[in-house]
T-cell receptor, first 112, second 115 residues
């Protein structure tokens, strides 16, 4: 079945440093979504990417979808303590499948 | 307020005692889904439903049942719970589905412990 690998599993950064998490799928995706889960909370939708090579920005967050639609990345510029949490990617395959597969997440810690 | 609600939020039960976790959304969403979250394993989809009376298995359906008799409700049933079903469970809904996907709204979670 489809697998979505996400790295790194953990990342500790000093406040103000940049952070990137990467997602790779074993199959071509129709779209990829990104979620953030704060400690003790539930996942919250951040963004969805659909087009090959798509790049979207939300303030300090930049999301990319690879040309082959098999990989994606989330980059945070100048991290803040409010960025703490676990970031998940979730891939939806094409060909009529509606099964969303999540990566295992990257847990971000920000040292003030 | 638009939301997904789950009940109960916390549950401790014993092996073999049937239980139901309810999920309800007030956004008229077509797509609903159940996930379990375990340390180091991330979120894994149990079952999903694309509309009333339409359900399908996710990655880890064994030991679970679901039903979608009404658009707003999507209960998760554990007929004979076992300790390996101890986990944090999330229900989610989305306004639409298909190849273009859709933003998922998650409930607050249900922490289940089976002894």
């Amino acid at each position: 079945g489809q697998q979505v690998m996400q790295i790194p599993q953990y990342q500790h950064v000093q406040e103000g440093e940049d952070f990137t998490t990467y997602c790779n799928s074993s199959t071509t995706l129709s779209n990829i979504q990104w979620y953030k889960q704060r400690p003790g909370g539930h996942p919250v939708f951040l963004i969805q990417l659909v087009k090959s090579g798509e790049v979207k920005k939300q303030k300090r967050l930049t999301f990319q979808f690879g040309e082959a639609k098999k990989n994606s990345s989330l980059h945070i510029t100048a991290t803040q303590t409010t960025d703490v949490g676990t970031y998940f990617c979730a891939g939806l395959p094409g060909a009529g499948s509606y099964q969303l597969t999540f990566g295992k997440g990257t847990k971000l810690s920000v040292i003030p | 307020e638009a939301q997904v609600t789950q009940n109960p939020r916390y549950l401790i039960t014993v092996t073999g005692k049937k239980l139901t976790v309810t999920c309800s959304q007030n956004m008229n969403h077509e797509y609903m889904s159940w996930y379990r979250q375990d340390p180091g394993l991330g979120l894994r989809q149990i079952y999903y439903s694309m509309n009333v009376e339409v359900t399908d298995k996710g990655d880890v359906p064994e030991g679970y049942k679901v039903s979608r008799k009404e658009k707003r409700n999507f209960p998760l049933i554990l007929e004979s719970p076992s300790p390996n079903q101890t986990s944090l469970y999330f229900c989610a809904s989305s306004p639409y589905w298909g190849l273009q996907g859709g933003e998922q709204y998650f409930g607050p979670g249900t922490r289940l412990t089976v002894t």
